[in-house]
């Protein structure tokens, strides 16, 4: 592999001009398909196969008006001081307030409260609801300007008016966590670089990577169902990957160039050994993302392959555009300091004093200080660490999870206090009803059983009168439990209530399905169960597999998958204390402590193992590349921290920093990812592959590298270090009077 890669590094630093030219073409026609695409659509939540899934499958095909995509808002209306919303002079407020939002474009139909019976016991409030011809992204700024205003005239007339459903406008997302991100990273880069060429050209790679990978999602949305979600994780792990993979090889082109290589050379060492890390560090975060579609939740699928997608092109464009960008300025992005010797212009006699002076004050840098103090201490270092993560990932323990609602909504927010108007004046169950679902021949006789016995089930409110289609072949009913959606006496209500429809099944004939959100959260807990230990051993496997053919190991990959799952242990013990118990929740602009999305375990266990690999690859490729040039295990390791300690800082303070700035959107789960992704970096970075990683190291000995003889005969040799570039390849050209610069400069 280091060979084709050298060759590809080279080709692409001879035809720089070509193979920008095809990266815009590739970026113009991307961006044109992503312009003429339909907008993205709407988050949605499918679980094939399960009872939940198949009830709402059975309603949009036996009930075509249930399936109707267009868009809705719920407007909830109360009195002013306690007073009668069925007062004639409230009365009449609340019937202006719909006739104005039947007045608004896009709107299909529209239900007042009086005509729905719509009002809560106490006769203070009532909602009505308001039904959109389109789907909730088609929405446009017009009819979303009429719903608020409408909302504000109710206000006037000393209505307490709140709005919740798929058709309010999404609240605009803070902006500048995003910009502050990337700021952070270009700072790092700048003093990790000393040039402000070479630091602007990660982040000039990087966005052009994850343009064209949004511009595909956006392509094919409309196609594949991504929602804009999905382009936003898309942009998350795109931006972090594309400037850490850039900054690898654009360090290792200065290292090879002050190592006194002809510049075109150093490019295609560059790539072939710096890319090779890439390559295989991409591979293992692809292999983790792709392998989200093994849960078989079409949203994870989806995130995971977007994802996925957007991290290849990262790959690609690292070991293409980047070698070709160093050709227009491969003097450049040097430090100023170690430029004149590449443009072959004698040192005067100041300038060699100062670099004589400088070289005899040389000191080991800070990586090969640090590898030296934990290979003198490792079980007090491995011990710390270890006790140290355990310590934080205690609060995993409680995780409790959740499906996102209204309900845990910031409490500020319109959404929010609809929610909790209807759950004072309705009861707390209203906002989370369950729907049971009956087919069969006689469904007739069956509903009405199912409503009989539902009914004198403890914790149920109400059982509405079942509803039959047009063939009579199907009825639905309404079940308002006394509880909460999250509350766990209505997950026992569920369980009681299934119990209870396999026995009307045994008797009847007839297939009787109980769905709703709760009951989804129960099948989605059930389908996290059963996929989890297939997942990992999928992603585990193919990622070991990986490491196996980079390093030519067994033990290397089984302890990075120890220290994975160290550092994902305490990433979900750190979300569980600020998310779910609120600490330090203004910190990090958490508004609603509560439980953590159930979708965000498993779909952060896949991305921060494909990023752990990341660090693993490209700390431990350094010492492996001196280990198979002769250097024992304890040498190879402060080797490997001299040429990589500083640059995998670096890369996980950038990705850290990038992930940092999602902390401030308005989606919580992509809140909740962005915080968990970078607080899993700076754990997996500066702990585990810094300070574990070289501790077990010295304690294995040479033992590291072992791999029993067959195995090493039966696996190929991806010679990931380039030793391959080092035998047998002509001597090296230089230019006129170039001297090799000190290496100790570009690292210290």
């Given at each position: 592999?280091?060979?084709f ?9 001879r035809?720089r ?5 095809l ?17 993205l ?14 009830a709402?499958?059975?309603l ?13 808002a ?27 939002l ?6 299909e ?42 909302a504000?005239d ?8 709140e ?9 605009g ?6 910009a ?27 966005f ?6 949004i ?17 936003t ?5 795109g ?5 850490d ?9 200065r ?12 490019a ?16 293992t ?21 977007a994802g ?31 430029r ?8 005067s ?7 004589a ?12 200080r ?14 710390v ?6 310590a ?9 999870l ?29 906002n ?10 006689d ?10 016995e ?38 026992g209500l569920?369980?009681e ?9 045994g008797?009847?004939?007839s297939v ?33 597999l990986?490491?196996?053919?980079a ?9 990075a ?85 500083r640059?995998?800082g ?14 401030v ?8 990812i ?16 810094m ?30 270090e ?7 390849r ?19």
């Amino acid at each position: 592999m280091a060979t084709f890669l050298y060759k590809l590094g080279r080709l692409a630093f001879r035809r720089r001009g070509i193979t920008v030219l095809l990266w815009l073409l590739v970026l113009v026609g991307a961006g044109a398909a992503a312009a003429s695409a339909p907008p993205l659509p709407a988050d949605t939540f499918t679980m094939p196969g399960t009872e939940t899934q198949k009830a709402y499958d059975l309603l949009e095909k036996r009930f075509p008006a249930f399936s109707a995509d267009g868009a809705e808002a719920r407007i909830v209306v109360r009195a002013p001081g306690g007073g009668k919303i069925t007062d004639p002079a409230q009365k009449q407020r609340v019937e202006s307030l719909f006739a104005d939002l039947a007045k608004s474009p896009q709107v299909e139909r529209v239900v007042d409260p009086y005509a729905g019976q719509a009002i809560s016991k106490d006769g203070t409030t009532a909602y009505g609801s308001v039904t959109y011809e389109v789907g909730a992204t088609r929405v446009s700024p017009e009819a979303h300007d009429a719903l608020l205003d409408a909302a504000r005239d109710g206000r006037a007339s000393d209505l307490v008016v709140e709005m919740g459903g798929d058709a309010l406008p999404p609240e605009g997302s803070m902006g500048s966590g995003e910009a502050i991100g990337v700021l952070v990273s270009a700072i790092v880069l700048l003093i990790t670089f000393g040039s402000l060429l070479a630091a602007g050209m990660p982040l000039l790679t990087a966005f052009i990577g994850v343009a064209v990978g949004i511009c595909g999602v956006v392509a094919l949305g409309s196609t594949l169902g991504l929602s804009s979600t999905t382009s936003t994780l898309a942009l998350m792990l795109g931006l972090a990957v594309g400037i850490d993979y850039a900054l690898f090889i654009i360090s290792r082109y200065r290292s090879e160039v002050a190592e006194g290589h002809e510049r075109g050379e150093a490019a295609g060492r560059a790539v072939g050994t710096a890319g090779s890390a890439v390559v295989f560090a991409g591979l293992t975060v692809v292999v983790a993302l792709a392998g989200l579609a093994v849960v078989n939740v079409p949203m994870l699928t989806k995130m995971g392959l977007a994802g996925a997608g957007t991290v290849a092109v990262a790959v690609v464009v690292a070991v293409t555009l980047v070698p070709a960008l160093l050709g227009f300025a491969p003097v450049k992005v040097l430090r100023r300091r170690d430029r004149a010797a590449q443009y072959g212009k004698p040192l005067s006699a100041r300038q060699q004093r100062k670099a004589a002076k400088r070289t005899a004050r040389q000191k080991p840098n800070l990586g090969t200080r640090w590898a030296g103090f934990v290979l003198r201490h490792p079980v007090a270092v491995l011990l710390v660490g270890v006790v140290g993560l355990g310590a934080v990932a205690v609060p995993a323990a409680g995780l409790r999870l959740g499906l996102p609602s209204e309900g845990t909504m910031a409490p500020h927010t319109t959404q929010r206090k609809a929610y909790d108007m209807l759950s004072e004046s309705f009861g707390p169950g209203f906002n989370g009803p369950l729907t049971v679902v009956v087919e069969g021949q006689d469904v007739k006789s069956a509903a009405a059983t199912v409503r009989t016995e539902l009914e004198e089930q403890r914790g149920v409110v109400s059982v509405s009168p079942p509803s039959l289609n047009e063939a009579g072949d199907t009825a639905v009913l309404n079940v308002v439990p006394n509880t909460g959606p999250s509350d766990t006496k209505t997950e026992g209500l569920v369980r009681e209530l299934r119990t209870t429809a396999d026995g009307i099944e045994g008797r009847t004939g007839s297939v009787v399905l109980v769905a709703g959100q709760t009951a989804m959260f129960i099948d989605f807990s059930q389908t996290l169960d059963q996929a989890l230990l297939p997942y990992l051993a999928v992603v585990v496997g193919l990622a070991f597999l990986l490491l196996m053919l980079a390093f030519r190991s067994v033990l290397v990959p089984l302890k990075a998958a120890l220290g994975f799952l160290l550092s994902v242990a305490a990433a979900l013990g750190a979300v569980v204390a600020v998310f779910q118990w609120g600490w330090l929740a203004d910190v990090f602009n958490v508004d609603q402590p509560g439980p953590v999305m159930s979708t965000m375990p498993i779909f952060m266990i896949g991305v921060v193992f494909g990023l752990a690999m990341d660090y693993e690859v490209f700390l431990v490729t350094r010492m492996h590349e001196a280990h198979s040039h002769g250097a024992p295990t304890r040498e190879a390791v402060v080797t490997g921290f001299r040429y990589g300690g500083r640059v995998v800082g670096a890369a996980a303070l950038i990705m850290t920093s990038v992930f940092s700035g999602f902390i401030v959107e308005d989606n919580d789960f992509i809140q909740m990812i962005g915080f968990g992704l970078a607080i899993a970096v700076l754990f997996d970075a500066f702990v585990v592959r810094m300070a574990l990683v070289p501790a077990l190291f010295a304690l294995l000995g040479d033992k590291a590298w072992w791999m029993p003889g067959w195995l090493d005969r039966l696996l190929p040799n991806m010679d990931i270090e380039g030793k391959k570039l080092t035998e047998g390849r002509p001597a090296d050209r230089h230019l006129p009077n170039q001297r090799p610069l000190p290496q100790p400069h570009l690292t210290d």
